[in-house]
């Protein structure tokens, strides 16, 4: 492959993960948001301990899945200097 190949698909990548990484961002608010919600329905009525617990559980999947997407566009970032 070229070097102005290796380039373009670089930037496409990186194009491609700083996405990744905006949308994993507005995702993590909005989660956040709901599980609050679901917090406060198990708070209200002591029920929904399960839905508190799977909530917490996808949103530390959703920021462990963000932390990967920034480490790998920083390496292609670091690729593409």
């Known amino acids: 492959m070229s070097q102005n190949t290796t380039k373009k698909i ?6 491609a993960l700083e996405d990744a990484a905006k949308y994993t961002d507005a995702a993590l608010v909005q989660w956040s948001q709901a599980r609050n919600r679901i917090e406060d329905a198990w708070d209200a ?14 949103y530390n999947t959703m920021s ?3 932390g990967t997407i920034l480490t790998r566009l920083r390496a292609e970032r670091d690729g593409d200097e």
């Open 64 to 66: 462990a899945a963000r």
């Open 45 to 58: 009525s002591g029920l929904h301990r399960d839905l508190g617990e799977e909530s917490w559980a996808v």
């Open 10 to 15: 670089n930037r496409r990548v990186v194009e």
